[in-house]
């Protein structure tokens, strides 16, 4: 059995970075889903500090998608981060606006239309536990809701700009992309990895680790008003090229 292991959260785009990459180099691993709310005492307890992804490779611990992406680029034959150092700063920018802006102001509006219907948050983040299990965290949702509202600052208004954010995103993609199909020069890179695993959370993407259940209607207007934009079929084509690797 392999002695790399991904902690993961189901469907995250933080997780989906670290999925990816680990595809991408053809790396065997075993997966452990941890469950929003519960997570805050199992990680802190197997990892020291309480976020998802974390890479367990024997002893050694890679904490977050961005040092996941460049631990598993060390010697590699096909490096998401260009060795050029030019495109790898452009690359590390793209990475940081979708990581730091984009992306955390997107999750808001997924996680608040999620909670505002157990359901749907149970079936994104619990659909591997068993149907006792699923039950019993549906119950304590009220409890896990709770703290993730504060966390996130969950409001109406929250929702609304990640919903422009949604737009942004697309533009940016869709605009960087025009001449090569990629953000970042004439290759795949982190840049396309990162924006098109953020915006698969909104989306949903072609491959198993990223379809989404039903979504709650708020969400699935959204997915239908964008439907024909040009970034929507960026990110398909970039699932459809570059995703490899079964789900585990
Ligand atoms: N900068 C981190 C962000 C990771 C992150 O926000 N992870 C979320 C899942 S989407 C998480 O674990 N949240 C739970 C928590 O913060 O307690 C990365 O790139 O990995």
């Known amino acids: 059995m392999s002695d790399v292991e991904l902690l993961q959260f189901l469907r995250s785009p933080y997780n989906e970075k670290a999925r990816w990459a680990l595809a991408h180099h053809g790396v065997a691993h075993r997966r452990r889903s941890v469950l929003p709310g519960p997570h805050m005492l199992l990680m802190p307890f197997w990892t020291g500090q309480a976020q998802t992804p974390v890479l367990r490779r024997g002893k050694e611990l890679v904490i977050g998608s961005g040092a996941i992406v460049r631990a598993l680029d060390v010697g590699a034959a096909d490096p998401l981060v260009p060795r050029d150092p030019a495109l790898a700063a452009e690359v590390d920018a793209l990475e940081a606006r979708f990581d730091a802006g984009l992306t955390p102001r997107m999750r808001v509006t997924v996680l608040h239309a999620l909670l505002a219907e157990p359901s749907a948050w149970v079936a994104v983040f619990a659909e591997e536990e068993s149907p006792a299990s699923q039950s019993f965290y549906r119950a304590m949702l009220g409890v ?56 698969a959370m909104i989306f949903g993407a072609a491959h198993p680790d990223m379809t989404m259940p039903p979504r709650p209607a708020a969400l699935q207007s959204l997915v239908d008003e964008l439907s024909a934009h040009p970034g929507r079929r960026w990110l398909d084509t970039v699932y459809e090229r570059h995703r490899r690797g079964p789900a585990l």
């Open 144 to 199: 896990v809701g709770r703290g993730v509202r504060a966390k996130y600052g969950l409001r109406p208004d929250a929702a609304a700009d990640g919903r422009l954010a949604v737009r942004e995103a697309l533009e940016l993609v869709a605009t960087r992309s025009r001449e090569t199909g990629y953000l970042v020069g004439d290759h795949f890179t982190l840049a396309d990895l990162t924006a098109a695993s953020s915006l």
